[in-house]
């Protein structure tokens, strides 16, 4: 586990606002596994932190929601005890960000799974006690693939499970449902220019005054370092997954906690995928997709109007623009700039 103050220097290494403004406030709240940073510029201290309260709160809710982790119960861990093949109702908040993931998971050819909880637990990469070794052979090869089409809708979208293998596990998606719907609570007080930061997955509303925010991307493999820096003005979402997020090595191999669904194993293909998009759901969703399809998932990625920067297996970046995108500065569009650095086909 990290150290708060270790997860505070990373933070701080992914924001680093253009000037010290003393119209800048900065919050951090601890959830979701991580230290959460909400930079606010351009409001009152007492706008700012009731704002702040307000968005922590929801995000907190988002989080008991949704984990299948830790003492509590709700209606995803009860889901996962379910007996198999029985229709299970549950909350049409859940229902709306599964069939959101199940896309995801349809459009990505399975590089995305939400439905692969029991290989997560079986790698333990989410648990309190970090793992050491991989587990038995025998038991990946019992679960990969398991969470394929594991799930059955009636037409009043209950939802069942049809073997006792087939577990929700929405660890790939619902920091950026949480950092959405935090967002959008900002801005319900009054709050027009805001970056959360949630451990690397971030969203920016509005400017750092009258210059756009600077946010940096992390190096997977030299820590303190810093990828590119992207100029973000307007509604940008920007989440990375990393190898380097939680990992240990074994017999000089590194494993990790993305998993790909086809192999059982973590997955090969890159080092840190980073996707920028308006929407945060979905930056975080493809960001993990990204990561585990490789190269090879850029063009999706582009035909989708989303942008990407990925570090592959060899530690090659390639940075992939949409066509679409709107680079230039204006008053109302989102403005991205990024330093470039080799531009795929
Ligand atoms: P992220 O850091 O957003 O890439 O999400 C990683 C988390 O999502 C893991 O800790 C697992 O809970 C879950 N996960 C791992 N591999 C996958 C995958 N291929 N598809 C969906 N969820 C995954
Ligand atoms: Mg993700």
């Known amino acids: ?34 230290l959460v940073e909400f930079t606010i510029y351009g409001a009152g201290e007492e706008q700012a932190l009731s704002a702040v309260t307000a968005a922590g709160s929801e995000m907190q ?11 509590g119960s709700n209606p995803v861990k ?8 029985t229709m299970q109702t549950l909350p049409t908040e859940v229902t ?39 587990p038995p052979e025998k038991e990946i090869t019992l679960l990969s693939g398991a969470s ?14 049809n073997n006792s293998r087939c577990e929700l596990d929405f660890g790939a998606i619902a920091k950026g449902y949480a950092i ?40 997977p493999r030299n ?6 820096t992207i100029e973000a003005a307007g509604e ?3 989440v990375t997954s990393g190898d380097y997020e939680r990992y240990y090595n074994y017999q000089g191999r590194r494993y990790h906690h993305i998993l790909d669904p086809h192999s059982g194993v973590p997955a090969v293909k890159s080092r840190s995928a980073t996707v920028i998009a308006s929407n945060a759901t979905l930056a975080d969703a493809w960001s993990t997709a990204l990561f585990v399809m490789g190269r090879e998932g850029l063009p999706l990625i582009r035909e989708m109007g989303m942008n990407a920067i990925l570090v592959d297996g060899n530690g090659d970046i390639h940075y992939s623009k949409n066509s679409e995108s709107r680079l230039q500065p204006s008053r109302s569009a989102p403005m991205l700039r990024t330093s470039e650095i080799k531009t795929d086909p």
Request: aromatic share 8%; charged share 15%.
């Open 1 to 34: 586990m990290r150290s708060v103050q270790q997860l505070l220097a990373i933070s701080i290494l992914f924001i680093t606002a253009c000037s010290p403004a003393s119209d800048t406030i900065r919050e951090t709240r601890f959830m979701m596994g991580t």
């Open 61 to 71: 809710r988002i989080e008991n929601l949704f984990t299948i982790y830790g003492d």
């Open 78 to 85: 009860a889901f996962n005890q379910s007996t198999p093949g």
């Open 96 to 134: 709306t960000l599964l069939g959101t993931a199940l896309e995801v998971e349809k459009l990505s050819g399975h590089a995305f799974s939400p439905s692969l909880g029991a290989l997560n637990r079986l790698w333990g990469f989410s648990q309190t006690q970090a793992p050491t070794l991989p």
């Open 148 to 161: 394929f089409a594991c799930l059955q809708y009636s037409p009043e979208e209950d939802f069942s499970r």
């Open 180 to 219: 959405e719907r935090g967002m959008e609570t900002l801005q319900s007080h009054g709050i027009n220019h805001a970056i959360i930061n949630a451990g690397g997955d971030i969203k920016v509303i509005g400017t750092h005054g009258d210059r756009p925010w600077q946010i940096g991307i992390r190096h």
């Open 223 to 228: 820590s303190g370092e810093v990828l590119t």
């Open 236 to 238: 940008i979402s920007i």
